[in-house]
């Protein structure tokens, strides 16, 4: 991991990510953190600016990272963040996300899904209620579907070896009996084999509402953070895709890192 982007508008929830973010690659050895900022305005480059070396030097006064400053003049927030993404070859975009106010998800954090959405790079998300703590535990969430070919395995790899996290991997379906069907077992063996070096560890889960067994599951074991793989007809996609399951993504206290396949 070489670059991280945190978009930052000044908001609260902004500034707990871009805080977040600097404890988490505090350590990280050659990795820049880039504090990225949009526009509409001419007139607001300088007071930009401004705000944006302030925010530098406060973040590295209290960590030895190193820092730098984009911004841009932009009408689409979305779209110069996914640019400068891809511009910079980032690793790894971190966001914040709020749950306080309809009106604060609709701005920023109905921003932050779309982001997630792009396949610029993989998007962290960071809710308001989430205290930076070294990542222990990882869940990984599957739906078991030709797992072979639809997990993006560099970039979680990546990830993975660069925090060195215990991975437990989790599959949740209503329809779950006392033993594994014979495709399931062999998406269970797939799945294995191209994470053998992390000693995954697997869970099945009877549940009808896979929000709700997420959460359960990550707070009986302590889990520190959650890969989603964001693909077609993946019972994960509803985390973003729907109303009524946004509820992981906007009340959990866990971040979230969406990976696209």
Known sequence: M???IVPVDFSETSLHAARYAAQLITGQ?????VLYHSYSKTSEAEATQKNLDELKAELMSNAPIKVETLAHQEDDFV?????????RRADLVIMGITGKSAIAQV?????????????????LIIPEAANFKPIKNV???????????????VPIKHFLDTFRPQLHI???????????????????QDLRNLFADYRPEFYFMRLFDVDEAINLFAQERDIDLIIAVQKNHSFM??????????TLAYHSNMPILVIHE
């Open 237 to 246: 996609e509803r985390l973003f895709k729907t109303s009524r399951s946004k």
């Open 139 to 153: 869940m990984l969430t599957s739906d078991f579907k030709n797992t072979h070919n639809t997990t993006p395995s």
């Open 29 to 33: 050895y050659g990795v820049t953190l």
């Open 107 to 123: 701005l920023f954090g109905s921003n932050t899904l779309k982001m997630a959405e792009t396949k610029a790079c993989p998007v």
């Open 79 to 87: 779209a110069g963040l996914e640019r400068a993404a891809r511009h």
């Open 170 to 188: 989790v599959n949740v379906d209503k329809d779950h009996y006392i033993s594994l069907t014979d495709n399931y077992e062999k998406e269970k």
């Open 2 to 4: 070489t670059t991280v």
